[in-house]
């Protein structure tokens, strides 16, 4: 799915006309078909005023995420601390800014912490 179909139905969604939606954004409606046509490209402010009006993230428009939650960031965010909270209980007092991390960082750090703990483990099985 292209920016322009995601852009159709999410409108959709909402029961608007491409006219409702060019003026919330603050474009021609003719600019706004011919975006979700394909027959133009979107602009970046144009990108990121529909996808505030829309409540997506730029990503989801341009089909990078597959959710359509603007939170989806902080949700994956919160997971990984949550799944290194689970399984590296321990870590709990190093890490208590982990949340001020961005996501990538997040992951490895949970992956480092299962590397280490793997490799504790088994050194603990050979001896």
């Given amino acids: 799915m292209d920016t322009g179909q ?36 979107i602009k970046g402010d144009e990108l990121t005023a529909i996808a505030d009006t829309l409540e997506v993230t730029t990503d989801y428009l341009l089909g990078r995420e597959s959710s359509t939650s603007k939170n989806s960031m902080q949700e994956q965010e919160n997971e990984f601390i949550k799944r290194i909270q689970e399984k590296v209980p321990e ?37």
């Fill in 91 to 127: 870590a709990d007092a190093m890490f208590r800014d982990l949340a001020n991390l961005p996501p990538e960082h997040i992951q490895d750090v949970y992956d480092y912490l299962l590397f280490k703990k793997s490799r504790r483990n088994n050194a603990g099985q050979t001896r």
């Fill in 6 to 41: 995601r852009i159709i139905q999410l409108r959709s969604q909402r029961n608007w006309t491409q006219k409702e939606l060019a003026q919330h954004v603050n474009i021609n409606v003719s600019v706004m078909n011919r975006i979700e046509s394909g027959e133009r490209p």
